[in-house]
């Protein structure tokens, strides 16, 4: 039961928060606008009390700072597919997905075998591949994961930039340093 009651809190808590920041990610953002949006997206990670490294929020700064062409859209925006007017409905679609990816970062955790997980969703397998995650050993029952933040994941900023984005990510009620995160 407090497993289920924590996950439907983090999917409440992680909807809220994508039907907030949604619109301001709908289309590029422009270079000028950028660190402006980032911070909002932040404040609405505190708001709802996301944890800092969680995978929503370094999907939702992952759409902030993608690249992508008309033919291949960037992976978190093709995951998130945000817009204006983004229903809770939408933002559920979104964090189910993500969901599975934080299951098979889960079962590594706790030591169990390799899970292989299929999907059509090439937006998904490709943000998948950027994140570079690993699991980590679970802590006191709770699992963990290792997400490597690269220009792969926000290729519109320099090592700088992807420094800083990761101190902020640690400083939004982290449990841990780095960007291993409690899931």
Known sequence: YPIARDLTFRIEAEGKFLVAVAP??????????????????FEQAKLHKLQGGGLITIAALACLY??????VPPPARGVLKPGLGYSEAEAHNAILDLKALEFLLVAGSFGLPPIGFLTRD????????????????????KARAFFQLSEKLFPRIDDNGVKRIRA????IDSPSLGTAVTL
Not at 66 to 71: D, S, V
Not at 168 to 171: D, H, P, R
């Open 66 to 71: 993608e690249q992508g062409t008309k033919n």
């Open 122 to 141: 090439k937006s998904l397998g490709r943000l998948w591949r950027n994140l570079q995650a690993r699991p980590q050993a679970a802590i006191q029952g």
């Open 168 to 171: 902020a990510l640690e400083a």
């Open 24 to 41: 301001l990610l709908a289309h590029q953002v422009a270079q000028r606008n950028l660190r402006s949006v980032e911070a909002s997206i």
